[in-house]
C-alpha cells in the first residue's frame, strides 16, 4: 500500500475518533477519489504516491474552484466551507511557492529559453512545469510567464 494513501486512511481515522466532521467528510472524499482512480481503467491497480499527491492536487483546486464561484454567487457559507475543505487538503501538499522563488525561476527559463512575447509562453512552461512540480498552480505560473513576456 502506498504511504501517501495510508497517511490519509490513518488521518481519516482521527478525525472519526476526534469527531472531527468537517476532516472527516474531506478526507472521505479524498480517498473515494484515489479509490475511483484506483478502479478507473481495464484492471484495478495500486497509486503510486506521486499520483495519490496528484489527486489531492486536483480535489485542492476543486475547492479553490467552488469558493470562488460560490463567493460569486453570494453563498459565503458554502464558500467558506470549501475553503476550510482546501485548507484541510493543503496540508498534504507540498509548501507552495512564494511569488518571489516563482518570479526567480520563471525568470530563469526566459534567460535559459531565450524566449520572447507571447509566442515564447509555451517554450518556457516546458522549463518551467518540471522544476516547479507540485509546488505551483498552472495558471499561477501561466500568469507569471505573460507577465515577464510581457503579453
Given at each position: 500500500m502506498s504511504t501517501f494513501k495510508s497517511r490519509l486512511q490513518n488521518d481519516l481515522t482521527e478525525a472519526m475518533r476526534a469527531q472531527d466532521q468537517l476532516r472527516t467528510s474531506t478526507l472521505r472524499l479524498t480517498l473515494t477519489a484515489v479509490t475511483n482512480e484506483e478502479v478507473a481503467g481495464k484492471q484495478a491497480r495500486e497509486l503510486s504516491d506521486d499520483e495519490v499527491l496528484k489527486i489531492v492536487v486536483r480535489e485542492a483546486k476543486k475547492r479553490r474552484?467552488?469558493?470562488?464561484?460560490?463567493?460569486?454567487?453570494?453563498r459565503t457559507e458554502s464558500a467558506a466551507r470549501e475553503r476550510a475543505e482546501a485548507?484541510?487538503?493543503a496540508e498534504y501538499l507540498p509548501a507552495q511557492l512564494d511569488d518571489a522563488e516563482l518570479?526567480?525561476?520563471?525568470a530563469d527559463?526566459?534567460?535559459?529559453?531565450?524566449a520572447a512575447g507571447p509566442?515564447?509562453?509555451g517554450q518556457v512552461m516546458k522549463v518551467v512545469r518540471p522544476k516547479i512540480g507540485d509546488r505551483a498552480e498552472g495558471g499561477r505560473?501561466?500568469?507569471?510567464i505573460k507577465r515577464q513576456l510581457g503579453s
Open positions: 474552484e467552488a469558493a470562488e464561484a460560490f463567493d460569486n454567487g453570494g485548507e484541510i487538503l518570479t526567480r525561476i520563471v527559463a526566459i534567460a535559459e529559453t531565450g509566442s515564447g509562453m505560473i501561466a500568469a507569471e
